[in-house]
């Protein structure tokens, strides 16, 4: 399953200290003139190494595309990429070759390969998520002919709301200073969706963004409109009634965060992510090896404090391709 999406489809490889991770995306219309800074910059927000608060690993990510884009110009064929790791330190590892650490997917890979790839947690990294941003910046560029813009940020590190970039890196060093680590909460705003995108029963476009969003490292939540606090509302106090202007249907409310029996309904689809803390901890943590024997480890390597800054390009990323693949599907079956 290293593939994403139906008609708009990434598929993408490649390990955390490997020699290089990459892409392949098809289903891209041709005749798209391609923005390569705006990748760069997609790219650049999501790389380590910005602050003391994130993990301290230098990639200069520039992708190399190899196929599916002629002078600058998308040919509607295959648009194969890659990115070369240039700042990998496997032997950091090392000493965790046959421990496994706790709350990763060592244990688990172990468990269903009989067999992992310990330098950085290998296929489970989340270095594999560049690959992601550089196609969702590619759907990007598509939406965004088609009238569609996404934004996401933090709204949430720890158990404090975050309103500037202040706030967050005031939470971030607090929790660095401790020497533990902190989740968060990403809320993605996308504007522009036509009414009628989203595939029932099965394909409902929130389906579609759940899965797209449970799918990145270390998402432990999903939730869209007034989410889980919807349970605890009266109806009366969460119906979005309708409204008509100049011809054109609306809500005067958005508790719904844009989908409605797995349908966009034209409004803003409103979605949030919840993210774990950083599972590697800078302290001694009790676990046990392949053989199973109990024992300490002291997890060495350059790791965030939280995901959360590194993770809204992803976020955003991941809500372009389903976007961009639900509005293709819809149009597929549209008979003059």
């Known amino acids: 399953m290293n593939t994403f999406g139906t008609l708009f489809r990434l598929t993408d490889f490649g390990e955390s200290h490997g020699p290089a991770i990459g892409g392949v995306v098809d289903g891209m219309p041709a005749g798209i003139r391609v923005d390569f800074d705006r990748i760069r910059q997609m790219l650049a927000r999501r790389s380590p190494g910005s602050s003391a608060n994130v993990s301290a690993r230098r990639e200069n990510d520039e992708p190399e595309f190899m196929s599916g884009i002629f002078e600058g110009v998308t040919t509607g ?18 000493a965790m070759r046959d421990k496994y650490r706790p709350n990763h997917a060592d244990y688990t890979y172990d468990a269903k390969y009989g067999f992992r790839d310990h330098r950085g947690g290998g296929r489970a990294s989340a270095r594999e998520t560049a690959v992601r941003v550089v196609a969702g910046a590619l759907a990007m560029q598509v939406l965004e002919k088609l009238g569609v813009s996404i934004h996401a940020f933090p709204s949430a590190a720890g158990n404090e709301a975050i309103d500037s970039d202040a706030d967050l890196q005031r939470v971030l060093e607090k929790a660095r200073k401790a020497g533990d680590t902190i989740g968060g909460i990403v809320t993605c705003v996308v504007k522009g969706v036509p009414a009628g995108i989203g595939e029932p029963v099965f394909g409902k476009l929130q389906s579609m963004l759940a899965m797209a969003m449970m799918s990145i490292n270390a998402a432990k939540g999903f939730e869209y409109g007034d989410g889980f606090r919807a349970a605890e509302m009266r109806g009366s106090e969460c119906v979005d009634e309708f409204c008509c202007e100049n011809g054109k249907v609306y ?20 979605m949030r992510v919840a993210f774990k803390p950083i599972a590697t901890l800078p302290r001694p943590v009790h676990t046990v090896d392949r053989n199973g024997n109990e024992c300490v480890l002291e997890a060495r390597g350059r790791h965030d404090v939280c995901v959360i800054p590194r993770a809204v390009p992803v976020v955003e990323s991941m809500a372009a391709l389903c976007i961009l693949d639900a509005i293709m599907l819809h149009r597929s079956r549209l008979i003059p």
């Open 251 to 270: 809500c005067r409310s958005n508790h719904s965060g844009g989908i409605q029996g797995g349908i966009s309904n034209g409004e803003d689809i409103i």
């Open 77 to 94: 064929t295959p648009i194969a990429f890659r990115i070369v790791n240039r700042d990998a330190r496997p032997e950091d590892y090392e």
